[in-house]
Every structure is written in C-alpha cells, then in structure tokens.
C-alpha cells in the first residue's frame, strides 16, 4: 500500500511564508510526477504546481514567482515553498504522486490526506 503523509499546513499572515513537505512511503518501485493541488471552500480544486522526475515544474499563473516546487528523490518527498502569501491562497492543499508499486506494472495516481493553509489578512 502507498501512502503519501503532509506536513508544514497552518496559520500565516499575508505576506508571510509556509513550507509544506509531501512524504511518500510504503511498497513504491518508483514515482513520476509530483504535485500540489488545491481546494478553496466552494471552488474545484485546482493544480498548484507540478514537478517531473527530472525536476522540470509547471506552475498555476497566479502563484508564479512566489511559489516553488521542489523534490527529493532519495526521500520520495515533495515540497512547496510558498512565500508572499496572499489570502486568496488559503485553501486545503493536496500532494499527489504518480506511483508504480511493486503490486502493478501501470502507475496510479495517489493523494495526501489534506493540509489547511489559511492565509489572514
């Protein structure tokens, strides 16, 4: 079974920063892509920022020079720096991994539980 664990989530006044990290663990052969999503109260969730295994990310337009998306390979971990937080971006905010695991040849899509970020004004 995989499981992917979230972590740094909380209470920051705008304009601050807030890390959070994205463990994956469990029978992975390996992981392809990575990312941070988010869900605003009454709105879809939406793709924050991606990262491929070779480190190439892709961002949401609105938090594009103040976000960065990094990985660790050897840790199976994924991290979102966020910096200048704006209250628009408070939200729950969901790590999601590709994974193979030693079960299936193909790769499925895995989720984390869910870290709230609130972003006050």
């Known amino acids: 079974q995989v499981q992917l664990v979230e972590s740094g989530g909380g209470l920051v006044q705008a304009g601050g920063s807030l890390r959070l990290s994205c463990a994956a663990s469990?029978?992975?052969?390996?992981?392809?892509?990575m990312g941070w999503y988010r869900q605003a109260p009454g709105k879809q969730r939406e793709l924050v920022a991606s990262i491929t295994t070779v480190a190439r990310t892709n961002y949401l337009d609105s938090v594009k020079g103040r976000f960065t998306i990094s990985r660790d390979n050897t840790k199976k971990t994924v991290y979102l720096q966020m910096n200048s937080l704006k209250s628009e971006d408070t939200a729950v905010y969901y790590c999601?991994?590709?994974?193979?695991?030693?079960?299936?040849?193909?790769?499925?899509?895995?989720w984390g539980q869910g870290t709230q970020v609130t972003v006050s004004s």
């Open positions: 999601n991994a590709e994974v193979r695991s030693y079960s299936s040849i193909y790769f499925t899509s895995y």
């Open positions: 469990g029978n992975i052969v390996s992981i392809r892509d």
